[in-house]
Nanobody, 123 residues
Framework: QVQLVESGGGLVQAGDSLRLSCAVSGRTFTSLAMAWFRQVPGKERSIVAG????????FYTNSVKGRFTIIRDNAKSTVYLEMNQLEPDDTAVYYCAAAVSRRATRLNEYSYWGQGTQVTVSS
């Protein structure tokens, strides 16, 4: 069974940086497209950033372009989300997700999910 374990959330001030990590086990990591989603109470979970199984392609939601970077380390079976210039609107629970696919851009393509980690950005 594929397991995703996230870490790195916390409480920061606007303008600060955080790095989220997601360690994956149970399946060949290079067979998985990976992504980070986020969700706030009362809203649907939405994709923040994604990366192809090879690491050759990435995509971001518009609101985080230029501030967030998704990276995968295939040797460590880990995907990271580096978040810079954090804003209060980035406050959410962040989820790591995996899809058995080369590339996946939609929520319903992702079969495996982490437990979520809270990121809170104060103004």
């Amino acid at each position: 069974q594929v397991q995703l374990v996230e870490s790195g959330g916390g409480l920061v001030q606007a303008g600060d940086s955080l790095r989220l990590s997601c360690a994956v086990s149970g399946r060949t990591f290079t067979s998985l497209a990976m992504a980070w989603f986020r969700q706030v109470p009362g809203k649907e979970r939405s994709i923040v950033a994604g990366i192809d199984s090879s690491g050759g392609g990435t995509f971001y939601t518009n609101s985080v372009k230029g501030r967030f970077t998704i990276i995968r380390d295939n040797a460590k079976s880990t995907v990271y989300l580096e978040m810079n210039q954090l804003e209060p609107d980035d406050t959410a629970v962040y989820y790591c997700a995996a899809a058995v696919s080369r590339r996946a851009t939609r929520l319903n393509e992702y079969s495996y999910w982490g437990q979520g980690t809270q990121v809170t950005v104060s103004s």
